[in-house]
């Protein structure tokens, strides 16, 4: 990992970014990803993030926290929280801006438990593939107090393989239609390409049935995302 994405947080932090990073994936072209819109606050956010961050409680775990501002907000509010990114840039962002538990990890290498854990801007993207998706949820499971919750947000991105007629165009043998192929890159530097898994809710419902969760839709965005809750 080349960390091209810490890097160019670090860089507007530091007043030197000159662009934006630009993504695409497998089946979309390239796409704008603005960096201040990584530093934005609890008012600019999206309302299914804002929901999240008002069904928190208790210890909370901010899983690929970024520039932390989900942290940040939930410090303020008198939360403790530990935020965790698999990106060195990422979490010297989260420290410089004054997140109080900040650590290079990926999600199943922590062994700490809490009583919500948050995974945001798409959180089922870290799951990377269908086949992954029990390996996950077990394991955030095992990070769960009693009553304790797991913030989750996802996207049904279906629409994208509808034609004109409402017909679905994909290949049924290529694998689920969630499951795509990420690419970012940042003045000119590539990120290795990388999986992320863009999940329906029933087919995330069906699986945390599978290890014993709960799951609920607790909120709908605007544009076939949803937030879930899911519980003992």
Request: proline share 1%; aromatic share 12%; hydrophobic share 40%.
């Amino acid at each position: 990992m080349k960390d091209v994405f810490g890097k160019a947080l670090l860089d507007f932090y530091n007043g030197k970014a000159t662009e934006d990073i630009i993504t695409a994936t497998n089946i979309s072209g390239e796409d704008v990803l603005p960096l201040e819109y990584l530093f934005r606050n609890f008012n600019k956010m999206p309302n299914i993030e804002q929901k999240a961050l008002n069904l928190c409680k208790g210890k909370i775990l901010d899983v690929g926290c970024g520039s932390g501002s989900h942290s940040l907000y939930l410090q303020e509010n008198g939360f403790k929280v530990k935020a965790i990114d698999i990106s060195k840039g990422a979490i010297k962002v989260c420290k410089k801006r004054g997140v109080i538990n900040a650590e290079e990890k990926a999600l199943l290498q922590e062994t700490e438990t809490f009583d919500t854990i948050l995974l945001l801007m798409n959180g089922t993207g870290i799951f990377k593939t269908i086949i992954a998706i029990t390996t996950y949820l077990k394991h955030l499971k095992s990070l769960l107090n009693k009553n304790g919750q797991i913030l989750i947000d996802s996207s049904d991105i279906k629409y994208m393989f509808e034609d004109e007629d409402g017909g679905f165009w994909q290949d049924l043998n290529s694998g689920y239609y969630g499951e795509l192929d990420y690419f970012l890159k940042y003045k000119g530097e590539e990120e290795k390409p990388m999986k992320w898994l863009y999940l329906d809710f029933s087919t995330l419902n069906i699986a945390c049935a599978s290890v014993g969760l709960q799951c609920e839709k607790v909120a709908e965005g605007e544009h076939f995302d949803y937030l879930a809750r899911l519980s003992f």
